[in-house]
């Protein structure tokens, strides 16, 4: 009786096979294509939250130009109503003298 307890206590050496290596490489190249996936979805949110703030300092910028083109033009304006004053003034000078 002990005999037939110490032989199936006993475990078969375990066998190295083909299919356990090509199992082992398919593993290996899943938790690598796994990695990658997860690597390039990153990568895609970080391009998409550069594009949005791209966009945002683009608007943000014309508007400012915009702003800026009409402060210009506005103090041009004032500008050339200034020299008209000036030029009528002394027109009027010349003309009384």
Same mark, same amino acid.
């Given at each position: 009786?002990?005999?037939? !307890?110490?032989? &199936?206590?006993?475990?078969? #050496?375990?066998?190295? *096979? #083909?299919?356990?290596?090509?199992?082992? @490489? +398919?593993?290996?190249?899943?938790? %690598?294509?796994? *990695?990658?996936?997860? !690597?390039? =979805? *990153? =990568? %895609?949110?970080?391009?998409?939250?550069?594009?949005?703030?791209?966009?945002? #300092?683009?608007? +943000?910028? &014309?508007?400012? !130009?915009? =702003?800026?083109?009409? =402060?210009?033009?506005?103090?041009? +304006?004032?500008?050339?109503?200034?020299?008209?004053?000036? @030029?009528?003034?002394?027109? +009027?000078?010349? #003309? *009384? @003298?």
């Amino acid at each position: 009786m002990i005999l037939a !307890t110490v032989g &199936c206590a006993q475990q078969p #050496a375990p066998r190295h *096979s #083909a299919a356990m290596d090509v199992s082992a @490489r +398919m593993l290996k190249q899943l938790d %690598n294509l796994e *990695s990658s996936l997860a !690597t390039a =979805e *990153s =990568e %895609n949110v970080t391009y998409a939250v550069l594009v949005d703030r791209h966009a945002s #300092a683009e608007q +943000m910028a &014309c508007h400012v !130009t915009d =702003e800026h083109v009409q =402060e210009i033009h506005r103090l041009d +304006m004032a500008q050339q109503k200034k020299l008209e004053q000036k @030029r009528g003034k002394k027109r +009027m000078t010349v #003309a *009384s @003298r």
